[in-house]
């Protein structure tokens, strides 16, 4: 099992770190490049556009991928999509409000036929928040 993230706020990576930490593995960070914010939310609005991901290939059939959920798109996380190949892929997409469901859906059409099981986790960052108070509290 192999553990990704790409993060734009650091929440996805910690929700990478924690799970890194259950199953005692290292996870992996998907680089783009360093726009501002305002031009990776215009991106966010184009459906499937796909932009530079820098990370190492995925060796094990299981991968987990931590990534936010933006307005239609994440175009680093489209990227790593189109070129990964795994058999078992859990999205773990962290979201602040709405259309959740349908983002994930937008990301299970892109993912490839060889997949054979796909599995969605919705993680609201508020419940994350809360749930981040508990584990480091007891640290």
Known sequence: MEVYYFTFTGTSKKIAEFIGKIFNIKPKEIKSYKLPYLLWLF???IP???????FEPPTNDTVILCFPKWTFNCPPVTCFLKKIKCKKLVLIISYKGWGEKSYANLYKK???KDVKK??????????????????????
């Open 118 to 139: 796909v599995t969605v986790i919705l993680i609201k960052e508020r419940v994350w928040k809360e749930i981040e108070k508990i584990i480091y509290k007891s640290d």
């Open 43 to 45: 991106l966010s609005f």
């Open 48 to 54: 499937y556009l796909s932009l530079k991901a820098i």
């Open 110 to 112: 892109l993912i490839s």
